[in-house]
């Protein structure tokens, strides 16, 4: 009987002594930190591994040190030439200082995408439609280094951000779309204008060549018979020298 009294003793102490042992022995990861707090007060980071705290005196927050992949909700963007266009995008950051990232802010995942979506906002009603659309990547490293600095203070490192969709009302699109056709007919008449021009220049510089020399205008009427005569046709080309131009514009004011 006394056994029996000593084992009903023992048996909730040991009880007692194992469960201040489990509480006390936690057990960290490599991509996770342990924030300490001692009676409230931040008494340090641990981690990883295994830790020992003081039952009901410390208490410990986990902090995830991996990359987290935020998704920024569609957002209803007016772009500075007043275009209405929803736009989404995606976050890559994570967690260098976890000691910040638990005491500065309450929820740094929440603070994070919130910011996110103002800022997304803010930079792209600065620009017009066509930068939107065509330098995507200026503006994603302008929302990252805005985003960077913000969350610096939060012990988060924003390591990149993509712009996925820039949508567009179907009633601008087809205004884009003709607006793209005008451009285009603009830059063949631009080109054939040029051309045109190009080939003028080329002419009047060869003009001047064949006139400082008679010889070359006869040379040259023989090699254009040459090319005629070897294409099988039935047209007759006779060569009229310059030099009775010039004769006949000498007798007309005699006569």
């Given at each position: 009987m006394p056994m029996l009294g000593d084992l009903a003793?023992?048996?909730?102490?040991?009880?007692?002594?194992?469960?201040?042992?489990?509480?006390a022995i936690k057990i960290l990861r490599e991509y996770e930190r342990g924030v300490i707090f001692t009676l409230g007060r931040f008494t340090g980071v641990k981690g990883p591994g295994l830790i020992l705290l003081i039952p009901f005196v410390q208490q410990m927050v986990r902090i995830d040190l991996r990359t987290i992949v935020l998704d920024v909700p569609t957002q209803d963007v007016i772009s500075r030439d007043n275009v209405s266009v929803k736009v989404n995008a995606v976050i890559y950051f994570r967690v260098i200082a976890p000691d910040l990232a638990t005491i500065q802010v309450e929820n740094f995942?929440?603070?994070?995408s919130e910011l996110a979506q103002t800022t997304l906002r803010s930079v792209l009603g600065k620009h017009e439609l066509d930068e939107m659309l065509a330098e995507r990547d200026?503006?994603?490293?302008?929302?990252?280094?805005?985003?960077?600095?913000?969350?610096?203070?939060?012990?988060?490192?924003?390591?990149?951000?993509?712009?996925?969709?820039?949508?567009?009302?179907?009633?601008?699109?087809?205004?884009?779309?003709?607006?793209?056709?005008?451009?285009?007919?603009?830059?063949?008449?631009?080109?054939?204008?040029e051309g045109e021009q190009q080939a003028a220049q080329k002419l009047l510089e060869a003009a001047e060549i064949l006139g400082q020399r008679p010889e070359a205008m006869q040379l040259r009427y023989l090699s254009t018979l040459n090319?005629?005569?070897?294409e099988r046709t039935s047209t007759i080309v006779f060569p009229f020298p310059l030099e009775f131009m010039d004769l006949l514009k000498g007798i007309k004011p005699k006569a």
């Open positions: 003793f023992y048996v909730p102490l040991i009880l007692i002594a194992l469960i201040i042992l489990m509480a995942m929440q603070a994070t200026k503006l994603n490293a302008d929302i990252q280094e805005i985003l960077d600095a913000q969350t610096d203070a939060w012990g988060i490192k924003v390591a990149n951000v993509e712009i996925k969709h820039v949508d567009i009302d179907e009633s601008m699109v087809r205004a884009i779309a003709r607006q793209a056709e005008a451009e285009r007919e603009r830059r063949a008449k631009v080109i054939n204008a090319v005629i005569a070897g």
